[in-house]
Protein backbone atom coordinates (compact mmCIF):
# COMPACT_ATOMS: atom_id res chain seq x y z
CA UNK A 1 0.00 0.00 0.00
CA UNK A 2 1.04 3.68 -0.68
CA UNK A 3 1.35 5.79 2.27
CA UNK A 4 1.33 9.18 1.16
CA UNK A 5 -0.79 11.59 2.81
CA UNK A 6 -3.34 11.53 0.26
CA UNK A 7 -3.72 7.78 0.37
CA UNK A 8 -3.35 7.78 4.50
CA UNK A 9 -6.60 10.00 5.08
CA UNK A 10 -8.49 7.85 2.73
CA UNK A 11 -7.42 4.81 4.54
CA UNK A 12 -8.67 6.74 7.45
CA UNK A 13 -11.68 7.75 5.97
CA UNK A 14 -12.78 4.25 4.70
CA UNK A 15 -11.92 2.47 8.38
CA UNK A 16 -13.86 4.65 9.70
CA UNK A 17 -16.68 3.56 7.42
CA UNK A 18 -16.27 0.41 8.65
CA UNK A 19 -16.03 0.80 12.17
CA UNK A 20 -19.30 2.68 12.31
CA UNK A 21 -21.28 0.41 10.14
CA UNK A 22 -19.15 -2.66 10.59
CA UNK A 23 -22.06 -4.43 13.11
CA UNK A 24 -25.07 -2.67 11.71
CA UNK A 25 -27.98 -4.46 9.76
CA UNK A 26 -25.89 -3.19 6.70
CA UNK A 27 -23.23 -4.91 6.62
CA UNK A 28 -24.75 -8.55 8.67
CA UNK A 29 -27.06 -8.78 5.70
CA UNK A 30 -23.93 -9.39 3.49
CA UNK A 31 -22.44 -12.44 5.93
CA UNK A 32 -19.80 -9.93 6.88
CA UNK A 33 -19.42 -8.87 10.32
CA UNK A 34 -16.90 -6.27 11.54
CA UNK A 35 -15.31 -7.24 14.54
CA UNK A 36 -13.77 -4.26 16.37
CA UNK A 37 -13.46 -5.14 20.10
CA UNK A 38 -16.44 -2.64 21.52
CA UNK A 39 -19.84 -3.94 22.85
CA UNK A 40 -22.50 -2.08 20.78
CA UNK A 41 -25.39 -4.63 21.35
CA UNK A 42 -27.55 -6.06 18.71
CA UNK A 43 -29.22 -4.27 16.19
CA UNK A 44 -32.83 -5.02 14.73
CA UNK A 45 -34.85 -3.65 12.16
CA UNK A 46 -36.55 -0.98 14.99
CA UNK A 47 -33.18 0.48 15.50
CA UNK A 48 -32.26 1.01 11.93
CA UNK A 49 -35.47 2.34 10.88
CA UNK A 50 -35.44 4.60 14.38
CA UNK A 51 -33.85 7.99 13.10
CA UNK A 52 -33.10 9.18 17.25
CA UNK A 53 -31.32 5.40 17.16
CA UNK A 54 -27.69 5.71 18.67
CA UNK A 55 -24.71 3.65 19.38
CA UNK A 56 -22.09 3.96 22.31
CA UNK A 57 -19.07 1.97 22.79
CA UNK A 58 -17.84 0.17 25.95
CA UNK A 59 -15.55 2.85 26.04
CA UNK A 60 -17.68 6.22 25.28
CA UNK A 61 -19.98 4.92 27.81
CA UNK A 62 -17.38 4.84 30.69
CA UNK A 63 -16.63 8.57 29.79
CA UNK A 64 -20.14 9.55 30.06
CA UNK A 65 -20.66 12.06 32.99
CA UNK A 66 -24.17 11.25 35.14
CA UNK A 67 -26.64 13.70 35.18
CA UNK A 68 -25.18 16.80 37.24
CA UNK A 69 -21.90 16.93 36.65
CA UNK A 70 -22.50 20.00 34.35
CA UNK A 71 -23.21 20.84 30.88
CA UNK A 72 -20.45 20.60 29.37
CA UNK A 73 -19.85 16.74 29.97
CA UNK A 74 -23.07 16.20 28.96
CA UNK A 75 -22.63 17.90 25.95
CA UNK A 76 -19.44 15.80 25.10
CA UNK A 77 -21.23 12.60 25.71
CA UNK A 78 -23.49 13.59 23.56
CA UNK A 79 -21.27 14.80 20.60
CA UNK A 80 -19.38 11.14 21.15
CA UNK A 81 -23.64 9.17 20.85
CA UNK A 82 -23.98 11.46 16.90
CA UNK A 83 -20.13 10.69 15.88
CA UNK A 84 -21.44 7.05 16.31
CA UNK A 85 -24.96 7.05 14.76
CA UNK A 86 -25.91 4.73 12.69
CA UNK A 87 -28.80 5.25 10.80
CA UNK A 88 -29.74 4.85 6.77
CA UNK A 89 -29.63 8.54 6.30
CA UNK A 90 -26.32 8.76 8.19
CA UNK A 91 -24.84 6.41 5.87
CA UNK A 92 -25.31 8.70 2.84
CA UNK A 93 -24.78 11.57 4.77
CA UNK A 94 -21.01 10.10 4.86
CA UNK A 95 -20.78 8.83 1.86
CA UNK A 96 -21.70 12.40 0.51
CA UNK A 97 -18.86 13.86 2.40
CA UNK A 98 -16.55 11.65 0.87
CA UNK A 99 -17.01 12.63 -2.28
CA UNK A 100 -18.17 11.48 -5.61
CA UNK A 101 -16.93 7.76 -6.09
CA UNK A 102 -18.39 6.65 -2.54
CA UNK A 103 -21.76 8.77 -3.84
CA UNK A 104 -21.49 6.73 -7.09
CA UNK A 105 -20.85 3.01 -5.31
CA UNK A 106 -23.82 4.37 -2.85
CA UNK A 107 -25.61 4.49 -6.22
CA UNK A 108 -25.06 0.59 -7.26
CA UNK A 109 -25.43 -0.53 -3.89
CA UNK A 110 -29.11 0.75 -3.87
CA UNK A 111 -30.00 -1.12 -6.93
CA UNK A 112 -28.59 -4.16 -4.69
CA UNK A 113 -31.55 -5.61 -3.06
CA UNK A 114 -29.54 -9.15 -2.76
CA UNK A 115 -26.97 -7.27 -0.41
CA UNK A 116 -28.74 -4.14 1.04
CA UNK A 117 -31.89 -4.28 3.28
CA UNK A 118 -34.02 -2.21 1.82
CA UNK A 119 -34.07 0.67 4.82
CA UNK A 120 -30.94 1.62 3.40
CA UNK A 121 -32.15 0.95 -0.28
CA UNK A 122 -34.42 3.81 0.42
CA UNK A 123 -32.38 5.71 1.42
CA UNK A 124 -29.53 5.35 -0.75
CA UNK A 125 -32.21 6.41 -3.77
CA UNK A 126 -31.45 9.17 -3.21
CA UNK A 127 -28.20 9.52 -4.38
CA UNK A 128 -29.34 8.92 -8.07
CA UNK A 129 -30.47 12.23 -8.48
CA UNK A 130 -30.13 14.09 -5.61
CA UNK A 131 -26.91 15.26 -4.93
CA UNK A 132 -25.23 18.80 -4.20
CA UNK A 133 -25.02 20.84 -7.37
CA UNK A 134 -21.55 22.82 -8.45
CA UNK A 135 -22.08 26.82 -8.57
CA UNK A 136 -23.04 27.87 -12.14
CA UNK A 137 -19.79 29.74 -12.61
CA UNK A 138 -17.83 26.29 -12.92
CA UNK A 139 -20.96 25.47 -15.19
CA UNK A 140 -20.45 28.33 -17.81
CA UNK A 141 -16.60 27.59 -17.54
CA UNK A 142 -16.84 24.14 -18.78
CA UNK A 143 -19.62 24.70 -21.10
CA UNK A 144 -17.73 27.42 -22.89
CA UNK A 145 -14.15 25.50 -22.64
CA UNK A 146 -15.68 22.45 -24.36
CA UNK A 147 -17.49 23.49 -26.90
CA UNK A 148 -15.24 26.38 -28.03
CA UNK A 149 -18.00 29.26 -27.89
CA UNK A 150 -19.37 31.39 -25.12
CA UNK A 151 -22.69 29.78 -23.72
CA UNK A 152 -25.09 33.02 -24.89
CA UNK A 153 -23.51 32.36 -28.55
CA UNK A 154 -24.00 28.47 -28.45
CA UNK A 155 -27.36 28.74 -26.78
CA UNK A 156 -30.71 31.01 -26.74
CA UNK A 157 -31.29 30.07 -23.63
CA UNK A 158 -29.78 28.41 -21.21
CA UNK A 159 -31.35 27.93 -17.34
CA UNK A 160 -28.71 28.64 -14.28
CA UNK A 161 -30.60 25.98 -11.73
CA UNK A 162 -29.83 22.77 -12.55
CA UNK A 163 -32.81 20.16 -12.74
CA UNK A 164 -30.74 17.40 -11.72
CA UNK A 165 -27.19 16.93 -9.80
CA UNK A 166 -25.88 13.42 -9.86
CA UNK A 167 -22.68 12.15 -8.56
CA UNK A 168 -20.29 12.51 -11.82
CA UNK A 169 -22.27 15.28 -13.37
CA UNK A 170 -25.71 17.64 -12.97
CA UNK A 171 -28.21 18.82 -16.16
CA UNK A 172 -29.57 22.07 -17.18
CA UNK A 173 -32.32 22.72 -19.61
CA UNK A 174 -30.89 25.29 -22.39
CA UNK A 175 -32.49 26.30 -26.26
CA UNK A 176 -30.61 25.93 -29.54
CA UNK A 177 -30.36 29.04 -31.85
CA UNK A 178 -32.69 27.44 -33.59
CA UNK A 179 -35.16 27.22 -30.87
CA UNK A 180 -35.30 23.59 -29.88
CA UNK A 181 -35.29 22.97 -26.33
CA UNK A 182 -32.92 20.37 -24.99
CA UNK A 183 -30.92 19.15 -21.74
CA UNK A 184 -27.22 19.85 -21.38
CA UNK A 185 -25.28 17.50 -18.99
CA UNK A 186 -22.11 18.79 -17.89
CA UNK A 187 -19.44 16.33 -16.13
CA UNK A 188 -18.23 17.85 -12.16
CA UNK A 189 -15.09 19.91 -12.98
CA UNK A 190 -11.90 17.90 -11.66
CA UNK A 191 -13.54 14.77 -10.98
CA UNK A 192 -11.15 12.64 -13.35
CA UNK A 193 -8.25 12.90 -11.18
CA UNK A 194 -10.20 12.35 -7.81
CA UNK A 195 -11.84 9.36 -8.92
CA UNK A 196 -8.79 7.69 -10.32
CA UNK A 197 -6.90 8.43 -6.61
CA UNK A 198 -10.35 6.87 -5.34
CA UNK A 199 -9.84 3.79 -7.35
CA UNK A 200 -6.30 3.01 -6.17
CA UNK A 201 -7.19 3.01 -3.22
CA UNK A 202 -10.20 0.67 -3.38
CA UNK A 203 -7.72 -1.35 -5.69
CA UNK A 204 -5.33 -1.33 -2.81
CA UNK A 205 -7.65 -2.52 0.09
CA UNK A 206 -9.56 -4.65 -2.25
CA UNK A 207 -6.42 -7.09 -2.73
CA UNK A 208 -5.73 -6.98 0.62
CA UNK A 209 -8.83 -8.20 1.62
CA UNK A 210 -8.61 -10.75 -1.06
CA UNK A 211 -5.38 -11.98 -0.39
CA UNK A 212 -5.97 -12.15 3.85
CA UNK A 213 -9.54 -13.41 4.57
CA UNK A 214 -11.77 -16.17 3.50
CA UNK A 215 -14.47 -13.68 2.37
CA UNK A 216 -12.04 -12.07 -0.03
CA UNK A 217 -11.39 -15.01 -1.81
CA UNK A 218 -15.05 -15.53 -2.13
CA UNK A 219 -16.34 -12.65 -3.46
CA UNK A 220 -13.48 -11.27 -5.23
CA UNK A 221 -13.78 -7.77 -4.43
CA UNK A 222 -10.86 -6.38 -6.88
CA UNK A 223 -12.50 -8.05 -9.51
CA UNK A 224 -15.74 -5.80 -8.35
CA UNK A 225 -13.72 -2.79 -8.06
CA UNK A 226 -12.52 -3.30 -11.24
CA UNK A 227 -15.32 -3.62 -12.77
CA UNK A 228 -16.86 -0.90 -11.07
CA UNK A 229 -13.66 1.40 -11.47
CA UNK A 230 -14.13 0.78 -16.15
CA UNK A 231 -18.07 1.48 -15.77
CA UNK A 232 -17.46 4.69 -14.09
CA UNK A 233 -14.51 5.43 -16.71
CA UNK A 234 -17.08 4.91 -19.36
CA UNK A 235 -19.83 6.69 -17.65
CA UNK A 236 -17.13 9.98 -17.78
CA UNK A 237 -17.15 9.70 -21.30
CA UNK A 238 -20.01 11.61 -22.73
CA UNK A 239 -19.16 10.53 -26.24
CA UNK A 240 -19.37 7.08 -25.63
CA UNK A 241 -22.82 7.68 -23.92
CA UNK A 242 -23.80 9.75 -27.17
CA UNK A 243 -22.95 6.86 -29.26
CA UNK A 244 -24.68 4.44 -26.85
CA UNK A 245 -28.05 6.78 -27.73
CA UNK A 246 -27.86 6.54 -30.88
CA UNK A 247 -27.33 3.13 -30.78
CA UNK A 248 -30.39 2.11 -28.14
CA UNK A 249 -32.44 4.50 -29.94
CA UNK A 250 -31.54 2.50 -33.63
CA UNK A 251 -32.30 -0.97 -31.94
CA UNK A 252 -35.36 0.44 -30.08
CA UNK A 253 -37.20 2.26 -33.14
CA UNK A 254 -39.60 -0.74 -33.36
CA UNK A 255 -41.12 -0.11 -29.78
CA UNK A 256 -43.85 2.88 -30.23
CA UNK A 257 -44.16 3.23 -26.84
CA UNK A 258 -39.92 3.61 -25.83
CA UNK A 259 -38.52 6.63 -26.59
CA UNK A 260 -34.30 7.39 -26.70
CA UNK A 261 -33.28 11.28 -26.31
CA UNK A 262 -30.85 11.78 -29.00
CA UNK A 263 -27.68 13.40 -28.51
CA UNK A 264 -27.05 16.64 -30.33
CA UNK A 265 -23.78 15.56 -31.75
CA UNK A 266 -22.48 18.99 -32.58
CA UNK A 267 -22.78 20.51 -28.95
CA UNK A 268 -20.97 17.24 -27.41
CA UNK A 269 -18.06 16.60 -26.18
CA UNK A 270 -15.93 14.27 -24.05
CA UNK A 271 -16.93 16.43 -20.54
CA UNK A 272 -20.73 18.09 -22.16
CA UNK A 273 -23.60 15.95 -23.75
CA UNK A 274 -26.52 17.70 -25.24
CA UNK A 275 -29.39 15.45 -25.93
CA UNK A 276 -33.29 16.38 -27.14
CA UNK A 277 -35.40 17.38 -24.33
CA UNK A 278 -38.23 15.41 -23.04
CA UNK A 279 -41.09 16.61 -21.03
CA UNK A 280 -42.71 14.23 -18.52
CA UNK A 281 -42.52 13.10 -15.42
CA UNK A 282 -40.54 10.26 -13.17
CA UNK A 283 -42.10 6.93 -12.95
CA UNK A 284 -41.83 7.82 -9.56
CA UNK A 285 -43.86 10.98 -8.89
CA UNK A 286 -46.92 9.67 -10.48
CA UNK A 287 -49.85 9.88 -8.75
CA UNK A 288 -52.55 7.53 -7.99
CA UNK A 289 -55.06 9.45 -10.07
CA UNK A 290 -52.30 9.55 -13.32
CA UNK A 291 -51.67 5.59 -13.26
CA UNK A 292 -55.47 5.29 -13.78
CA UNK A 293 -55.56 7.13 -17.07
CA UNK A 294 -52.45 4.65 -18.13
CA UNK A 295 -52.67 1.24 -19.76
CA UNK A 296 -49.65 0.55 -17.47
CA UNK A 297 -49.74 -3.42 -18.43
CA UNK A 298 -49.31 -2.52 -22.11
CA UNK A 299 -46.38 -0.51 -21.57
CA UNK A 300 -44.95 -2.32 -18.72
CA UNK A 301 -45.05 -5.36 -21.09
CA UNK A 302 -43.40 -3.20 -24.59
CA UNK A 303 -40.84 -1.86 -21.85
CA UNK A 304 -39.86 -5.45 -20.92
CA UNK A 305 -39.92 -6.79 -24.40
CA UNK A 306 -37.66 -4.13 -25.13
CA UNK A 307 -35.07 -4.99 -22.75
CA UNK A 308 -35.13 -8.54 -23.58
CA UNK A 309 -34.36 -7.56 -27.03
CA UNK A 310 -31.59 -5.80 -26.29
CA UNK A 311 -29.89 -8.32 -23.79
CA UNK A 312 -30.89 -11.05 -26.31
CA UNK A 313 -30.77 -9.95 -30.00
CA UNK A 314 -29.16 -6.72 -30.22
CA UNK A 315 -25.76 -7.57 -27.71
CA UNK A 316 -26.17 -3.77 -25.78
CA UNK A 317 -28.59 -2.95 -23.20
CA UNK A 318 -29.66 -0.27 -20.87
CA UNK A 319 -28.10 -1.41 -17.95
CA UNK A 320 -29.47 1.46 -15.09
CA UNK A 321 -33.05 1.55 -15.29
CA UNK A 322 -33.83 2.53 -11.88
CA UNK A 323 -36.95 4.54 -11.46
CA UNK A 324 -35.09 8.23 -11.36
CA UNK A 325 -33.71 7.02 -15.24
CA UNK A 326 -37.10 6.28 -16.54
CA UNK A 327 -39.65 8.82 -17.55
CA UNK A 328 -43.02 9.17 -18.46
CA UNK A 329 -43.26 11.78 -21.38
CA UNK A 330 -46.52 13.82 -21.75
CA UNK A 331 -47.37 11.78 -24.88
CA UNK A 332 -48.03 8.81 -22.79
CA UNK A 333 -44.53 6.89 -23.58
CA UNK A 334 -41.63 5.64 -21.85
CA UNK A 335 -38.20 7.32 -21.83
CA UNK A 336 -35.03 6.19 -21.02
CA UNK A 337 -32.09 8.80 -19.75
CA UNK A 338 -28.54 8.45 -18.73
CA UNK A 339 -27.04 5.70 -21.14
CA UNK A 340 -23.57 6.01 -19.58
CA UNK A 341 -24.19 2.63 -18.40
CA UNK A 342 -24.40 0.10 -20.44
CA UNK A 343 -24.23 -3.86 -20.83
CA UNK A 344 -22.83 -5.80 -23.49
CA UNK A 345 -23.54 -9.44 -24.66
CA UNK A 346 -21.50 -11.63 -26.79
CA UNK A 347 -23.61 -14.08 -28.61
CA UNK A 348 -22.80 -17.31 -26.87
CA UNK A 349 -23.72 -15.16 -23.43
CA UNK A 350 -26.67 -14.24 -25.10
CA UNK A 351 -28.34 -17.88 -25.65
CA UNK A 352 -26.90 -18.86 -22.33
CA UNK A 353 -28.88 -15.87 -20.63
CA UNK A 354 -31.44 -17.22 -22.79
CA UNK A 355 -32.16 -20.64 -21.30
CA UNK A 356 -31.41 -19.63 -18.32
CA UNK A 357 -34.39 -17.38 -18.35
CA UNK A 358 -36.56 -19.64 -19.61
CA UNK A 359 -35.24 -22.34 -16.96
CA UNK A 360 -36.20 -19.99 -14.27
CA UNK A 361 -39.52 -18.87 -15.82
CA UNK A 362 -40.20 -23.05 -15.80
CA UNK A 363 -38.91 -23.42 -12.52
CA UNK A 364 -36.28 -25.87 -14.04
CA UNK A 365 -33.88 -25.69 -10.99
CA UNK A 366 -31.73 -28.55 -12.97
CA UNK A 367 -31.26 -26.35 -15.97
CA UNK A 368 -31.14 -23.32 -13.62
CA UNK A 369 -28.26 -25.20 -11.35
CA UNK A 370 -25.78 -26.93 -14.63
CA UNK A 371 -26.20 -23.75 -16.68
CA UNK A 372 -24.71 -21.42 -14.35
CA UNK A 373 -21.83 -24.29 -13.25
CA UNK A 374 -21.27 -24.45 -17.22
CA UNK A 375 -21.09 -20.87 -17.67
CA UNK A 376 -18.94 -19.99 -14.15
CA UNK A 377 -15.64 -20.61 -13.16
CA UNK A 378 -14.67 -22.89 -10.15
CA UNK A 379 -12.98 -22.59 -6.85
CA UNK A 380 -11.34 -25.32 -5.63
CA UNK A 381 -13.56 -25.34 -2.90
CA UNK A 382 -16.54 -25.49 -5.60
CA UNK A 383 -19.33 -27.02 -3.78
CA UNK A 384 -21.84 -28.66 -6.00
CA UNK A 385 -24.44 -30.35 -4.01
CA UNK A 386 -24.76 -27.65 -1.70
CA UNK A 387 -25.41 -25.12 -4.33
CA UNK A 388 -27.85 -27.45 -6.25
CA UNK A 389 -29.97 -27.76 -2.92
CA UNK A 390 -30.04 -24.10 -3.01
CA UNK A 391 -31.13 -23.70 -5.85
CA UNK A 392 -33.80 -25.73 -5.54
CA UNK A 393 -34.67 -24.13 -2.41
CA UNK A 394 -34.96 -20.68 -4.15
CA UNK A 395 -36.90 -22.22 -6.94
CA UNK A 396 -39.58 -24.25 -4.74
CA UNK A 397 -39.61 -20.97 -2.98
CA UNK A 398 -40.98 -19.01 -6.29
CA UNK A 399 -42.92 -21.91 -7.16
CA UNK A 400 -45.08 -21.41 -4.30
CA UNK A 401 -45.59 -17.80 -4.14
CA UNK A 402 -47.40 -18.19 -7.68
CA UNK A 403 -46.18 -17.09 -10.71
CA UNK A 404 -47.32 -12.99 -10.70
CA UNK A 405 -45.13 -12.39 -7.46
CA UNK A 406 -41.96 -13.76 -8.87
CA UNK A 407 -39.10 -10.84 -9.29
CA UNK A 408 -37.37 -12.48 -12.04
CA UNK A 409 -34.34 -10.09 -11.24
CA UNK A 410 -34.54 -11.22 -7.83
CA UNK A 411 -33.80 -14.68 -8.56
CA UNK A 412 -30.93 -14.43 -10.77
CA UNK A 413 -29.34 -12.23 -8.38
CA UNK A 414 -30.21 -14.66 -5.40
CA UNK A 415 -28.65 -17.69 -8.03
CA UNK A 416 -25.63 -15.38 -8.58
CA UNK A 417 -25.29 -15.02 -4.47
CA UNK A 418 -25.52 -18.86 -3.91
CA UNK A 419 -22.59 -18.91 -6.66
CA UNK A 420 -20.06 -16.81 -4.57
CA UNK A 421 -21.21 -18.92 -1.42
CA UNK A 422 -20.31 -22.21 -2.91
CA UNK A 423 -16.74 -21.41 -4.82
CA UNK A 424 -18.26 -20.17 -8.15
CA UNK A 425 -17.83 -17.24 -9.93
CA UNK A 426 -20.44 -16.24 -12.42
CA UNK A 427 -19.97 -13.74 -15.45
CA UNK A 428 -20.21 -10.49 -14.73
CA UNK A 429 -22.93 -10.00 -17.47
CA UNK A 430 -25.21 -12.10 -15.58
CA UNK A 431 -24.97 -10.18 -12.03
CA UNK A 432 -25.37 -7.15 -14.79
CA UNK A 433 -28.67 -8.46 -15.99
CA UNK A 434 -30.16 -9.46 -12.72
CA UNK A 435 -30.13 -6.07 -11.12
CA UNK A 436 -31.44 -4.52 -14.45
CA UNK A 437 -34.30 -6.90 -14.57
CA UNK A 438 -34.86 -6.60 -10.57
CA UNK A 439 -35.30 -2.75 -11.40
CA UNK A 440 -37.97 -3.24 -14.56
CA UNK A 441 -39.85 -5.26 -11.84
CA UNK A 442 -39.70 -2.43 -9.64
CA UNK A 443 -40.76 -0.38 -12.29
CA UNK A 444 -43.82 -2.79 -13.20
CA UNK A 445 -45.21 -2.35 -9.73
CA UNK A 446 -45.31 1.35 -10.05
CA UNK A 447 -47.00 1.49 -13.54
CA UNK A 448 -49.41 -1.91 -13.11
CA UNK A 449 -48.94 -3.94 -9.78
CA UNK A 450 -50.45 -7.12 -10.93
CA UNK A 451 -48.73 -6.72 -14.08
CA UNK A 452 -46.56 -11.25 -14.16
CA UNK A 453 -42.68 -10.39 -15.46
CA UNK A 454 -42.60 -14.05 -15.50
CA UNK A 455 -45.45 -14.67 -17.76
CA UNK A 456 -43.88 -11.82 -19.99
CA UNK A 457 -40.96 -13.74 -20.44
CA UNK A 458 -42.31 -17.20 -21.23
CA UNK A 459 -44.67 -14.83 -24.11
CA UNK A 460 -41.39 -13.32 -25.66
CA UNK A 461 -38.36 -15.24 -24.75
CA UNK A 462 -39.76 -18.39 -27.52
CA UNK A 463 -40.20 -15.35 -30.04
CA UNK A 464 -36.47 -14.16 -29.58
CA UNK A 465 -35.04 -17.64 -29.42
CA UNK A 466 -36.54 -18.40 -33.10
CA UNK A 467 -35.45 -14.41 -34.12
CA UNK A 468 -31.65 -15.28 -33.01
CA UNK A 469 -32.17 -18.34 -34.75
CA UNK A 470 -33.07 -16.91 -38.05
CA UNK A 471 -30.24 -14.49 -37.45
CA UNK A 472 -27.64 -17.01 -37.53
CA UNK A 473 -29.08 -18.05 -41.05
CA UNK A 474 -27.79 -15.01 -42.44
CA UNK A 475 -26.01 -14.95 -45.79
CA UNK A 476 -22.31 -14.45 -44.61
CA UNK A 477 -22.82 -17.33 -41.79
CA UNK A 478 -24.32 -20.07 -45.08
CA UNK A 479 -21.88 -18.53 -47.25
CA UNK A 480 -18.84 -19.14 -44.67
CA UNK A 481 -20.55 -22.66 -43.90
CA UNK A 482 -20.59 -23.61 -47.69
CA UNK A 483 -16.80 -22.55 -47.83
CA UNK A 484 -15.89 -24.78 -44.87
CA UNK A 485 -17.98 -28.00 -46.16
CA UNK A 486 -16.02 -27.51 -49.68
CA UNK A 487 -12.75 -27.41 -47.80
CA UNK A 488 -13.85 -30.11 -45.74
CA UNK A 489 -14.85 -32.76 -48.33
CA UNK A 490 -11.54 -31.60 -50.92
CA UNK A 491 -9.17 -32.63 -47.72
CA UNK A 492 -11.29 -35.91 -46.44
CA UNK A 493 -9.29 -38.44 -49.42
CA UNK A 494 -6.12 -37.28 -47.86
CA UNK A 495 -6.89 -37.11 -44.88
CA UNK A 496 -7.56 -40.78 -44.76
CA UNK A 497 -4.51 -41.82 -46.64
CA UNK A 498 -2.54 -40.42 -43.87
CA UNK A 499 -4.94 -42.53 -41.54
CA UNK A 500 -4.81 -45.56 -43.27
CA UNK A 501 -0.55 -45.68 -44.10
CA UNK A 502 -0.62 -44.34 -40.07
CA UNK A 503 -2.63 -47.38 -38.81
CA UNK A 504 -0.66 -49.63 -41.26
CA UNK A 505 2.77 -48.72 -40.38
CA UNK A 506 2.42 -48.97 -36.48
CA UNK A 507 2.62 -44.80 -35.67
CA UNK A 508 -0.63 -44.61 -34.71
CA UNK A 509 -0.45 -43.08 -30.73
CA UNK A 510 -2.84 -42.69 -27.98
CA UNK A 511 -2.32 -39.68 -25.29
CA UNK A 512 -3.82 -39.89 -22.53
CA UNK A 513 -4.55 -36.87 -20.09
CA UNK A 514 -5.09 -37.55 -16.90
CA UNK A 515 -6.38 -34.41 -14.28
CA UNK A 516 -5.27 -35.91 -11.36
CA UNK A 517 -1.84 -36.89 -12.79
CA UNK A 518 0.25 -34.62 -11.06
CA UNK A 519 -1.63 -35.25 -7.61
CA UNK A 520 -0.85 -38.81 -7.99
CA UNK A 521 2.95 -38.49 -9.07
CA UNK A 522 2.87 -36.01 -6.09
CA UNK A 523 1.58 -38.75 -3.88
CA UNK A 524 4.00 -41.60 -5.13
CA UNK A 525 6.71 -39.43 -4.69
CA UNK A 526 6.31 -38.92 -1.48
CA UNK A 527 5.81 -42.48 -0.84
CA UNK A 528 9.27 -43.31 -2.37
CA UNK A 529 11.03 -40.44 -0.09
CA UNK A 530 9.54 -42.20 3.24
CA UNK A 531 10.83 -45.85 1.59
CA UNK A 532 14.31 -44.36 0.89
CA UNK A 533 14.55 -42.63 4.09
CA UNK A 534 13.44 -45.93 5.95
CA UNK A 535 16.14 -47.57 4.47
CA UNK A 536 18.72 -45.66 5.18
CA UNK A 537 17.96 -45.58 9.05
CA UNK A 538 17.85 -49.20 8.57
CA UNK A 539 21.52 -49.30 6.92
CA UNK A 540 22.46 -46.89 9.78
CA UNK A 541 21.07 -49.28 12.64
CA UNK A 542 22.47 -52.67 11.38
CA UNK A 543 25.94 -50.54 10.26
CA UNK A 544 25.73 -49.59 14.32
CA UNK A 545 25.54 -52.53 15.29
CA UNK A 546 28.49 -54.14 12.75
CA UNK A 547 30.59 -50.99 14.24
CA UNK A 548 30.33 -52.61 17.92
CA UNK A 549 32.33 -55.53 17.36
CA UNK A 550 35.34 -52.82 15.70
CA UNK A 551 37.32 -51.69 18.75
CA UNK A 552 38.72 -48.41 18.23
CA UNK A 553 40.55 -45.75 20.56
CA UNK A 554 37.40 -43.14 19.89
CA UNK A 555 34.97 -44.12 22.53
CA UNK A 556 31.71 -42.89 23.99
CA UNK A 557 29.84 -43.80 27.21
CA UNK A 558 32.44 -47.12 26.96
CA UNK A 559 31.45 -47.99 23.61
CA UNK A 560 32.97 -47.82 20.22
CA UNK A 561 32.37 -43.85 19.34
CA UNK A 562 31.44 -44.41 15.84
CA UNK A 563 28.94 -47.33 16.21
CA UNK A 564 27.70 -44.91 18.91
CA UNK A 565 27.41 -41.83 16.29
CA UNK A 566 25.37 -44.30 13.65
CA UNK A 567 22.71 -45.18 16.55
CA UNK A 568 21.73 -41.48 17.23
CA UNK A 569 21.97 -40.74 13.66
CA UNK A 570 19.45 -43.40 13.49
CA UNK A 571 17.40 -42.20 16.36
CA UNK A 572 17.00 -38.58 15.13
CA UNK A 573 16.11 -39.76 11.64
CA UNK A 574 13.58 -41.92 12.80
CA UNK A 575 11.97 -39.34 14.97
CA UNK A 576 12.01 -37.06 12.32
CA UNK A 577 10.19 -39.55 9.96
CA UNK A 578 7.58 -40.70 12.29
CA UNK A 579 6.35 -36.54 13.87
CA UNK A 580 6.64 -35.95 9.59
CA UNK A 581 4.20 -38.82 9.05
CA UNK A 582 2.03 -37.42 11.96
CA UNK A 583 1.79 -33.98 10.91
CA UNK A 584 1.37 -34.77 7.59
CA UNK A 585 -1.59 -37.34 8.30
CA UNK A 586 -3.23 -34.39 10.31
CA UNK A 587 -3.53 -32.26 7.47
CA UNK A 588 -5.04 -33.99 5.02
CA UNK A 589 -7.55 -35.01 7.68
CA UNK A 590 -8.43 -31.22 7.90
CA UNK A 591 -8.31 -30.43 4.18
CA UNK A 592 -10.51 -33.35 3.39
CA UNK A 593 -13.22 -32.05 6.15
CA UNK A 594 -13.27 -28.47 4.85
CA UNK A 595 -14.17 -30.34 1.35
Known amino acids: MKLNSTHLRRYKEIAGLFWKYGRSDLVKSTGIEVEDGTDRGPVTSRHVDDPNFQRTTVKEKARVKPVGEGENGAAKADAKKKKCEVTPDGLVNDLEAMGPTYVKLGQVLAGRPDLIPETYRTALARLQDNV ?40 HRAKLRDGRPVVVKIQRPDIRPVIEKDFEVLSELAMTVDSHTKVG ?79 GAELCEELFRAYLKQVLLDGIFHADPHPGNVFLTD ?86 RFASENGLHVPSELTLLGKTLLQLDEIGRILAPEWDPNASVRRNVDEFMSQRMWKDVSKGNILNSIIETKHFVSGLPTRLNR ?61 PGLAILCFLFAAAGGFWLVLNIFIQDYKDKKRIKRK
Open 331 to 416: EGRVALLDLGMVGHTAPKMQEDLLKLLLAISDSDSDAVADLVIRTSERDEDFNGPEFRRKINQLIAQTRDKGLAQIKVGQSILEVT
Open 499 to 559: IMDAVANNEVEVKVKSVDAKVVMEGMQKIANRITTGLILASLVIGASLLMKVETNFRLWGY
Open 132 to 171: KPFPYDEVEKIVERELGARISKAFLEFEHEPIAAASLGQV
Open 217 to 295: KRYRFRTMVEEIHLTIQNELNYEREAQNLLTVGRNLEEFPHIQVPQPIMDYTTRSVLTMEHVSGRKITKLSPLARLELD
